[in-house]
């Protein structure tokens, strides 16, 4: 009749790794989960800051870069120093990473 013919499998792909967040994305998110944590709203913590409610909106989705006086005035209207912030960015951004394996 016929021989059989073992067709090569090609090798697997591995996915390919899910992007790194932003670092403006993780601001945001702490932002507006500090913000939301407190029971405020984003034009009162805007008109506290300075900034326009369409800016802080943005700032909080990960849509615009704010420079670090935003970033202070924002997080002051929070109750947050600057350094609270960038550690608990810093901090998500970690935990989204994945473990991290230390050596003694």
Same mark, same amino acid.
């Not at 805007?46 to 849509?63: C, D, F, I, N, W």
């Given at each position: 009749?016929?021989?059989?013919?073992?067709?090569?499998?090609?090798?697997? #792909?591995?996915?390919?790794?899910?992007?790194?967040?932003?670092? @403006?994305?993780?601001?945001?998110?702490?932002? @507006?989960?500090?913000? @939301? &944590?407190?029971? #405020? &709203?984003?034009?009162?913590?805007?008109?506290?800051?300075?900034?326009?409610?369409?800016?802080?909106?943005?700032?909080?989705?990960?849509?615009?870069?704010?420079?670090?006086?935003?970033?202070?005035?924002?997080?002051?209207?929070?109750?947050?120093?600057?350094?609270?912030? &960038?550690? #608990?960015?810093?901090?998500?951004? &970690?935990?989204?990473?994945?473990?991290?394996?230390?050596?003694?």
């Amino acid at each position: 009749m016929g021989d059989v013919v073992a067709f090569p499998v090609p090798p697997q #792909r591995s996915p390919a790794p899910e992007p790194e967040p932003l670092w @403006r994305e993780a601001v945001g998110h702490e932002l @507006r989960e500090e913000r @939301r &944590t407190a029971g #405020r &709203t984003l034009a009162d913590v805007a008109g506290e800051a300075g900034v326009s409610t369409q800016y802080l909106s943005e700032v909080e989705r990960g849509r615009k870069e704010p420079s670090s006086e935003v970033l202070g005035a924002v997080a002051g209207a929070l109750g947050l120093r600057l350094v609270d912030l &960038t550690s #608990r960015v810093s901090r998500r951004l &970690t935990r989204i990473s994945g473990p991290v394996c230390l050596a003694a």
